[in-house]
């Protein structure tokens, strides 16, 4: 495995869960993924689904705490979780905040100095990290999903809509639907990105929505008790867009259910047969 | 609920997730636990499974990562997680050690100084927990079993061992089988039991296991990639007690599994099911 060091390995449901650190070239220092190799990659390659995690996240939350192995065991599935942004940049205050800088990458390529030369963190997962997981790992790479969690969730949905050929499908729990309207990804948005809101515009799935039309229908899953629902979430803006240009979508709006991984893992098993019956269409 | 303190709720499987903290008569001090409530809770008392977790845990560590709930809401379970020690009880060097002290209980009732005070794990989970449990919960009593992780499957063999009245069901994750005759075992029990080998005796389940038949056949699942096997948990040891006195035991070796989480969560169904079963009977 050219420049890829192997951290830590588990055997997991049948399969192997390896916690891995590379050279990025795109974000300009060392990343971390987690991936978990199906049962099934002994034999044959497999279907790759990708999970961008939220805010204050590192490739392991994933795999330790949504209970996905037990499905993508049964389905055949790899998954690959990678960490949440740049680490040890050496960027001035990158640790002050939680929802800026470390465990804050937003999935964006950012322009502005100075986390322009580390925070590439869409291309990282668009490019870099699957041509990284298609060298490494027996993978079927036309078969690629997507999904996520919170600031996951509007990563998963950026990376779909704006290459709706490189991924069949597409699902999130409680994304940051609409990132240009909420404190989260103005924040994030106006110091990674500038104050340009064209360039917004290309992260946030509200707008791209209008504009791509994308394959299959979407799934999103939110839950009613989330705190950061009525602030920062809006998936009623992601909803109208898609109803305007007649995108596809099931919105789930799940009772009582708040922003934690106790409700990702309620609702893993449909997320994961989701994207599983996605590669099985031609 | 008189006395407990509910720190924070989570919707889970459809059920109910809760962390609470209470005042111990037990252990002279603050003690925490979680429950997880499964959705037929809401109509009707249901069975109790304990899980005792091992070293460095919390009361949180099993309910993030084991992948219970979904389990324990198939077959209507209660789960009842405690923490692994008292906490901040201001006994110098505490925290000092990973092995000993805080987030290593052992399960044990210590009878030495300065440990005694505070640190009665065993009472704890045999008589306050279960008792405060019933008083707070909608459980039927006469079916609990128990189970636990490492130091934790020490416990739960120990624990119900001695009082097999209590628990229709015991099974373990690489447990430490045979306390006395291990650096982990000989470590804590001679600082916390002082240096009297009978009253060791009384949490050794390869010992205990001698004088006490278990009514119910016991099942062990082990790593065969566990770092620990070989020095610390000495499955072989119990498994050549029950032997000797006919007490039925499945022990699986996993060819493969580690001592992590992922290892418990990779069987935590078969687990589930077998206490489940347990309950059914009679």
Known sequence: MTNLKLISESKSFGGKLGFYSHPSSTCNGEMRFAVYQPPQANQNSVP??????GLTCTEENFMAKAGAQRYAAEYGLMLVAPDTSPRNTGIAGEDDEWDFGTGAGFYVDATEQPWHQHYQMYSYVVQELPALIAANFPTQTEKQGIFGHSMGGHGALVC?????????SVSAFAPIAAPMRCPWGQKAFSRYLGSDGESWRLYDASELIKQVKYHSPILIDQGTADKFLAEQLLPEVFEQACAAVNQPLTLRYQEGYDHSYYFIASFIEDHI???ALAFEEK
Do not use: D, E
């Open 273 to 275: 047969r989701y994207h």
């Open 48 to 53: 790759v689904l990708y999970f961008l995690s």
């Open 160 to 168: 779909a809509l704006r290459n709706p050929q490189l991924y069949k």
